[in-house]
Every structure is written in structure tokens, then in C-alpha cells.
T-cell receptor, first 112, second 115 residues
Framework: GENVEQHPSTLSVQEGDSAVIKCTYS??????FPWYKQELGKRPQLIID?????GEKKDQRIAVTLNKTAKHFSLHITETQPEDSAVYFC???????????FGQGTRLTINP | EAQVTQNPRYLITVTGKKLTVTCSQN?????MSWYRQDPGLGLRQIYY???????DKGDVPEGYKVSRKEKRNFPLILESPSPNQTSLYFC??????????????FGPGTRLTVL
């Protein structure tokens, strides 16, 4: 089955700097890659997703890149702000299937 | 308000005492899932359901049961809870299998402690 590895497990950056979180997946059939943000004590919420027919997607300060050949995808946050502090999860699945496999999570801390 | 609800939010119980965590969504979503969240392990899918009376195992189904008798409800049942089932549990739903409907909406979570 699918296996998703996420790195780093913790990340600390200065406010205004960029943050990058990386994930690798094992099943070449996976074609849907969402990213979820979970603030302390809250539920996970989708922040951006990408399908395998595109290599990059951007939404304001966040972007996701996908390398199908290498089977890895990354989340990029630019101009980080204190409200970006949270745990971020990547995931992989096949469109049409509901079996979603998550990475282990990255705790991002933005230092003022 | 469109939402996924779970009850109870917090539960402390003892080994072997059957319990049910309820999950309900008011968005007419077809798909529902249960996850458990443990430190360092991320979110792991327990069971999912693609429609009424259609359920399937996720990655960690042992010790759990589910049912989907109505579209809006997807209860998680622990017939004989054990301490290794102490965890934070999330229910989630999504509209459909394609397009924007693939986004999963999570409930608020249920923190379960089994002594």
C-alpha cells in the first residue's frame, strides 16, 4: 500500500523567511496530494492540493510542487507570519478512492 | 451551518467497556472516514465509507467497527477498548470522489483515554 514520509518533523523559521516541507510517496498510482494545516487544539483543514497532471500550484503565499518521477512533493510558504505556526500534514491518494494516507506531520514555528 | 460533529469530545473509560463515538455531517456528503492521530504518526485512517451500507478498512482497523445506516451518520464502535486505543480521533467527510468534492472536512475531534 501507499506510504508517505514527511520531513522535517519540526521546523523553526524567522518571521518573513520562507519555509519548505517535503514529502515522498511510494505508490506511483497516487494522483492527488493535499496539504492540511492543524492549529493547536483544532481540526485539520485543507490549505492547498495538487493533482498529478500539474507540476506546481500557487495560492497567495503558499505553493505546492510535485515531481512525479521522483515521487515527491513539497509545500512552500513565503513571507511567513506568526499565524502560520501550526502542524502541517501532507497526504496522498488516488482520485475517486477515499483511502487517504497522511505523512507524520511537521510542526512549524514562526519566530518573531 | 455546514459542519461535521462528533460526540463525545472527551472520554475516559476502562479496558473492555464498549463505547461508541458518534459522527454526523449535515452537508449531504457521500464519503465519510475515521482517523486516529498519535504523536509522530500523523493521521491514520481506521475505516471509511463511500456510501450508505458501504464501508471498508483503512490502515489501522483492528479493534474498531463502523456502520453507515444513514448518509449523515458514521459511528465508530470500540467493542472492547484497550489502552493502545488511547488517542485523538477525527471523523471526516467529503462530497464526492472527484473535483473539488475531494476535500475532507474534519470534525472537532474526540480525545479518548482508556485506562
Amino acid at each position: 500500500g501507499e506510504n508517505v514520509e514527511q520531513h522535517p518533523s519540526t521546523l523553526s523559521v524567522q518571521e518573513g523567511d520562507s519555509a519548505v516541507i517535503k514529502c515522498t510517496y511510494s505508490d506511483s498510482a497516487s494522483n492527488y496530494f493535499p496539504w492540511y494545516k492543524q492549529e493547536l487544539g483544532k481540526r485539520p483543514q485543507l490549505i492547498i492540493d495538487i493533482r498529478s497532471n500539474v507540476g506546481e500550484k500557487k495560492d497567495q503565499r503558499i505553493a505546492v510542487t510535485l515531481n512525479k518521477t521522483a515521487k515527491h512533493f513539497s509545500l512552500h510558504i513565503t513571507e511567513t507570519q506568526p499565524e502560520d505556526s501550526a502542524v502541517y500534514f501532507c497526504a496522498a491518494s488516488i482520485v475517486g478512492a477515499q483511502k487517504l494516507v497522511f505523512g507524520q506531520g511537521t510542526r512549524l514555528t514562526i519566530n518573531p | 451551518e455546514a459542519q461535521v460533529t462528533q460526540n463525545p469530545r472527551y472520554l475516559i473509560t476502562v479496558t473492555g467497556k464498549k463505547l461508541t463515538v458518534t459522527c454526523s455531517q449535515n452537508m449531504n456528503h457521500e464519503y465519510m472516514s475515521w482517523y486516529r492521530q498519535d504523536p509522530g504518526l500523523g493521521l491514520r485512517q481506521i475505516y471509511y465509507s463511500m456510501n450508505v451500507e458501504v464501508t471498508d478498512k483503512g490502515d489501522v482497523p483492528e479493534g474498531y467497527k463502523v456502520s453507515r445506516k444513514e448518509k449523515r451518520n458514521f459511528p465508530l464502535i470500540l467493542e472492547s477498548p484497550s489502552p493502545n486505543q488511547t488517542s485523538l480521533y477525527f471523523c471526516a467527510s467529503s462530497l464526492s470522489r472527484s473535483g473539488r468534492g475531494h476535500e475532507q472536512f474534519f470534525g472537532p475531534g474526540t480525545r479518548l483515554t482508556v485506562l
